[in-house]
């Protein structure tokens, strides 16, 4: 089984930024597209940013485009979601996993809460 461990989540103002960690436990990281997503209260899971396994290609939903980085390290297996400019509407457990594209879901990981107070 896949290890996911995400960090980084915290209380920050309107406006305010974090930077969330997710750390693989997964010898092929390398090769594997990989996501951030989120859960707020009542709503299902929804995809933030992807990022692709070579080039770095990354995609955003349209509610975070210009405002979420997605980035990842490869050697230390390692996916990043800068957020800046955080709105109340960002508030949500945010977890990491395999992009859906390319394969099933690894098992989840605890997340990371993100609360951002207006």
């Known amino acids: 089984q896949v290890q996911l461990v995400e960090s980084g989540g915290g209380l920050v103002q309107a406006g305010g930024s974090l930077r969330l960690s997710c750390a693989v436990a997964?010898?092929?990281?390398?090769?594997?597209?990989t996501g951030w997503y989120r859960q707020a209260p009542g709503n299902q899971r929804e995809l933030v940013a992807t990022i692709s396994s070579g080039s770095g290609r990354t995609n955003y939903a349209d509610s975070v485009k210009g405002r979420f980085t997605i980035s990842r390290d490869n050697p230390k297996k390692i996916v990043y979601l800068q957020m800046n400019s955080l709105k109340p509407d960002d508030t949500a457990v945010y977890y990491c996993?395999?992009?859906?594209?390319?394969?099933?879901?690894?098992?989840w990981g605890q997340g990371t809460q993100v609360n951002v107070s207006s």
């Open positions: 997964l010898s092929t990281f390398r090769l594997n597209p």
């Open positions: 996993n395999r992009d859906q594209t390319y394969g099933s879901f690894w098992m």
